[in-house]
């Protein structure tokens, strides 16, 4: 409830000690200098997972959009860029498994059914956190490796555009609220449950999208453009 909001932070303590365990741990698998990325990432769990945004993630589906968001956009790629390399390239798999994968992992969860299922629980919740977090840093991790063909990993950036932004679009036009969750939890925020879930495909469709469109751009002027122009050069 708004009243309580400021006060809704999540001080479980296994919750702190796991994610503070797997934070060090990523902190010292890092070189000294490059340790200020796992500093960031603390800060993006911490917002996700500790602050009073995972407890309005229970109220509004929008602040839920958010929470994915963090989680799945900016924790996931940053945690694929910590991971030692040796333990990411052992696993060599198709990029397309791993987009089919991620793809029905994150439709799954955003089915209403199974969406209501995650909420019914502690369980149920960290069965889909740990669904989208792992299918999440897979992607990450296979769309920014350098044994992944610059082809390969903007194809698969441009196709999570367009499979999220799709998803989005359905969440955004329904025509109804579809997550019952929420039918009885976002008035006190002043939006009924059709308007959060408006607001919340939205979310998904500007903000959600803009890592990837990034990283696509960044691939194209990084690793697809620069041998161009070096070649050009001389």
Not at 50 to 70: D, N, Q, W
Not at 131 to 158: D, H
């Amino acid at each position: 409830m708004p009243a309580n909001l400021s006060s809704s932070w999540n001080f479980d303590p296994a919750l702190i000690i796991i994610l503070a365990a797997g934070l060090i741990a990523l902190y010292y698998a890092q070189p000294r200098a490059q340790r200020g990325l796992t500093t960031a990432l603390g800060m993006v769990v911490f917002a996700a997972f500790i602050s009073p945004l995972c407890a309005l993630s229970s109220a509004l589906f929008s602040a839920r959009a958010v929470h994915h968001i963090l989680v799945g956009a900016v924790a996931a790629p940053m945690i694929a860029m910590i991971l030692p390399l040796r333990l990411t390239s052992r696993v060599k798999v198709p990029v397309e498994l791993v987009f089919v994968l991620h793809t029905a992992i994150y439709w799954l969860w955003h089915f209403p059914v199974a969406y209501d299922f995650a909420l019914s629980g502690s369980w149920q919740y960290w069965l889909m956190q740990s669904g989208l977090i792992l299918a999440s840093v897979w992607l990450w991790t296979v769309m920014l490796s350098q044994r992944t063909s610059v082809f390969a990993a903007i194809g698969l950036s441009v196709g999570t555009m367009v499979q999220m932004g799709f998803l989005a679009a359905v969440i955004t036009f329904a025509p109804y609220p579809i997550f019952e969750a929420h039918f009885l939890t976002t008035e006190a925020f002043g939006l009924n449950p059709l308007q959060d879930q408006q607001l919340a495909g939205l979310l998904m469709w500007t903000v959600g999208i803009l890592p990837y469109a990034v990283t696509a751009i960044w691939m194209v002027s990084s690793r697809l453009m620069a041998p161009v122009e070096r070649r050009g050069g001389n």
